[in-house]
């Protein structure tokens, strides 16, 4: 049975009922491989096969509107059958769902979560992060899950297979700054962020938020990409788009009056017979 499954963004920062393409190719990902990965560990445990086009859609979201209200992402989950009836799968992956979804509010893994989906959480928790400060999760048969995007780790959800990467940099818009925690956040020019953990004299480094700085600490590496530096320091950066924004605007007249005109001397030199020639070719 298809069930709606409903996101809300709160105070994201762009119109009620909007959301930029970038955070919602992100989220709509994230929240499919997590759906798809606990399906597939729910069909695939010991009992009845099941056909490749069941888990399809078994394990398919499909997103059907986004309204405001700060902005709401709405989508039916499941199979398109209309049958008013619970598999014993679906019962099974629901659940795993939700308790992955207040895990994330209450920023802890549980132990049963498997490397793969906990991979995708992590994926979905950055989504949230670069979408809005907070969000809720609801559907029909469960309340609204508040999640404080601000305030959970991405590391919390780091597969076993992440490794530590040396005293590595990086740079970035200083966008996130914690004090209470220590903890801040930098996001390069392509939209990749890096969590900052245990920030060294945080209070001088909070002034540079909203600017370009290079952070540099011990890294820490997940799926084959930099996700955290711990023991950190910050120093401000040159914003990369700097060079392209002039001191000075000119008026269309200024530039149509420093334009070269045409050359007098600059035409080719011909002699007579040159010149004969090039008339014959050009009336043929």
């Keep these: 049975m298809a069930r709606d499954l409903e996101l809300r963004l709160v105070d994201a920062p762009v119109p009620d009922g909007e959301i930029v393409v970038k955070d919602l190719a992100a989220l709509t990902t994230a929240l499919q491989e997590v ?42 989950k499941g199979p398109m ?12 992956a629901d659940g795993r769902f939700w308790e992955v979804i207040e895990s994330i509010r ?5 132990s049963s979560v498997t490397d793969l989906v906990a991979e995708s959480v992590a994926k979905l928790v950055a989504a949230l992060q670069a979408a809005a400060p907070a969000a809720s999760l ?25 490794r530590s990467g040396g005293q590595m940099q990086a740079r970035g818009l200083l966008e996130k700054v914690d004090l209470r925690s220590h903890d801040f956040r930098v996001r ?23 600017q370009w700085v290079v952070a540099t600490g011990q890294g820490v590496f997940g799926s084959d990409r930099l996700v955290a530096l711990t023991d950190v320091s910050i120093a401000l950066a040159d914003d990369p788009a700097s060079g392209m924004v002039g001191d000075e605007v000119l008026t269309l007249d200024q530039i149509l009056a420093s334009a070269p005109g045409p050359d007098a001397d600059g035409a080719i030199d011909l002699t007579d017979d040159e010149f004969v020639a090039f008339l014959d070719a050009a009336r043929g």
Excluded: C, Y
């Design 188 to 210: 390069d020019d392509v939209g990749q962020a890096v969590e900052l953990r245990h920030v060294l004299d945080d209070v001088e480094a909070a002034q540079h938020v909203g």
């Design 81 to 92: 059958d209309k049958l008013d009836v619970d598999l014993p799968e679906e019962r099974i």
């Design 35 to 76: 759906w798809t990965r606990i399906g597939r560990d729910v069909v695939n445990t010991p009992g009845p096969g099941r056909t490749k086009h069941f888990m399809e859609q078994f394990v398919q979201l499909r997103l059907r509107a986004i309204t405001s209200g700060s902005t709401v992402l709405s989508f039916s």
């Design 138 to 162: 609801s559907d029909s048969a469960h309340p609204a899950v508040e999640i404080e995007s601000s305030r959970i780790h991405l590391e919390t959800w780091m597969s076993k297979r992440v």
């Design 106 to 110: 209450a920023d802890r893994r549980p």
